[in-house]
C-alpha cells in the first residue's frame, strides 16, 4: 500500500485573504485525506466505496488561489505542496479502488513537487518538511506516473535524510535491483532492520520492514543468525498490535501478512501451527489473504474462486508465490513447478521482489532441500 502523507499542523491565521483561504483549503484536504485514508484501511471489506467528501474541490480551489498570487514565496510554494499532495491523494484512492490512474492528477502532481523540491527548503510554518516532500514526490513517480528511477532519486534523497518511509522505498529498490550487489543486499537489510526496530513514529514503514528484513533472513538473501527472522516477526507483530489499539482496526496496514509469513517460516521447519491461519483469516481486511488461509487450511475452492476477481498481476503474482512456497514445504514439486511458471509468466515488471525468493524456492525444490535453506 502507498501511503498518504500526514498533514499536522496549521499556520496561525493573519490578515490575508490569501493566506486564510489556503489555511482553510489545507485544512479541509487535510480532512479529506483522513477520510481516504480511513476507507483504505477497511477496503477488503468495503463492497461499495464513496469518493471522499470534497477532495477534488479542495484541489481545484487551491490551483486557483495559487493562480492569484504574484510571487512565489513560502505561501505560494507551500499551496503548491497541498495540491500535489490531493493530487496523489486522488490517485490512492483509485487505486485501491480499481478505479483508473489519472494521469492529469499524476503529471500536475509531479509538476508542483519539483517546485517544490526547487525551493528547497523547509517551511514549518506551513508544517511543509522537505523529506516528506521527496517521499511524496517518490510515492507518485512509482506508483502513478511509473517512473521507477525518478522514483528511486526521490527515496535516495529522502532516505539520507532519515525518513524511514523513504528508507523502507529505497531498501526495496535495492532489493529488486537486477544483479543487486552483495553490499547493496546489505545495505537493504540494514535500513529495514532499522526501521523494524524504530518504533510506530511512521505507522507502517516499521511493520513493512519488519516483513522484509524476516524474509531477507529466511531465505539467506543476507547472512544472518539462525532464527533472526522469528525476532523480527516478533518486533512485526508488537508494532502490529500497537496500530490495531491506536487506529481501531483489525488490519492497520493490511499488515496481517507477517502472519502469513510466520506460518510459512515455521512450516518449512515441519512445524504446522494452523492456530496461525485461523488469526489470518479472522484479522485480514483482504480478500486474497483471506482466501489464502482457507486454501492453506484445505479449501482450495474459494481461492479459484476468487482469482478470476484479482484484476492486479502484482497480487495473483502473491497468491502464487505463497501457494509456491507450500508445495515447497508439502514437497509437491510439480505443483511448485507449475506456480514457479505462473510467476515467470506474470513477469518482472508485476512480479519482481517476490520473484527474489520463487527462484530460491524453486532452486530448492530442485535439489530436494528443505525452503528456507
Known amino acids: 500500500m502507498i501511503a498518504l502523507m500526514p498533514i499536522i499542523g496549521f499556520p496561525a491565521a493573519k490578515a490575508d485573504d490569501a493566506r486564510l483561504q489556503i489555511i482553510e483549503r489545507q485544512k479541509a484536504l487535510a480532512v479529506d485525506i483522513v477520510s481516504i485514508d480511513q476507507k483504505l484501511q477497511v477496503s477488503g471489506q468495503t463492497a461499495t466505496p464513496t469518493y471522499p467528501l470534497q477532495l477534488q474541490a479542495d484541489v481545484t480551489e487551491l490551483k486557483q488561489i495559487i493562480g492569484k498570487l504574484r510571487a512565489s514565496g513560502p505561501q505560494t510554494v507551500a499551496a503548491q505542496y497541498y495540491v500535489a499532495v490531493g493530487d496523489t491523494a486522488i490517485n490512492s484512492y483509485n487505486r485501491m479502488f480499481s478505479l483508473p490512474i489519472s494521469d492529469v492528477a499524476a503529471k500536475e502532481a509531479d509538476k508542483n513537487f519539483s517546485a517544490v523540491i526547487a525551493y528547497g527548503r523547509d517551511i514549518p510554518e506551513w508544517a511543509v518538511r522537505m523529506a516528506e516532500v521527496y517521499n511524496a514526490a517518490g510515492v507518485n513517480a512509482y506508483a502513478n506516473l511509473k517512473a521507477e528511477q525518478v522514483a528511486f532519486g526521490y527515496f535516495s534523497k529522502c532516505s539520507a535524510m532519515g525518513h524511514m518511509g523513504c528508507m523502507n522505498a529505497y531498501a526495496n529498490r535495492l532489493l529488486e535491483k537486477p ?89 518449512d521447519e515441519g512445524d504446522l501451527r494452523p492456530q496461525l491461519l485461523d488469526e489470518l483469516a479472522r484479522e485480514s481486511a483482504s480478500p486474497a489473504m483471506r482466501y489464502l488461509a ?7 475452492a474459494a481461492l479459484e474462486q476468487g482469482l478470476s476477481t484479482l484484476p492486479d498481476g502484482y497480487v495473483r503474482c502473491l497468491v502464487d508465490f505463497y501457494r509456491l512456497w507450500n508445495a515447497v514445504d508439502q514437497k509437491q514439486p510439480d505443483n511448485a513447478k507449475e506456480y514457479f511458471s505462473k510467476i515467470k509468466q506474470i513477469g518482472p515488471a508485476k512480479c519482481q521482489m517476490p520473484e527474489v525468493y520463487a527462484q530460491k524456492l524453486n532452486d530448492r525444490i530442485a535439489q530436494g532441500k528443505p525452503a528456507s535453506h
Open 179 to 267: 544483479n543487486a550487489s552483495r553490499q547493496e543486499l546489505e545495505e537493504a537489510y540494514r535500513l529495514f532492520d532499522k526501521i523494524a526496530g524504530a518504533g510506530m513514529e511512521y505507522n507502517c514503514a516499521a511493520i513493512f520492514s519488519g516483513d522484509s528484513a524476516a524474509m531477507m533472513a529466511h531465505f539467506h538473501i543476507v547472512d544472518r543468525p539462525a532464527g533472526e527472522e522469528f525476532a523480527l516477526l516478533k518486533t512485526v507483530r508488537g508494532n502490529f498490535e500497537t496500530l490495531q489499539k491506536s487506529q481501531h482496526t483489525s488490519d492497520p496496514c493490511t499488515g496481517s501478512i507477517f502472519i502469513l509469513y510466520e506460518y510459512l517460516m515455521h512450516a
Open 294 to 300: 482457507n486454501y492453506l487450511k484445505g479449501d482450495r
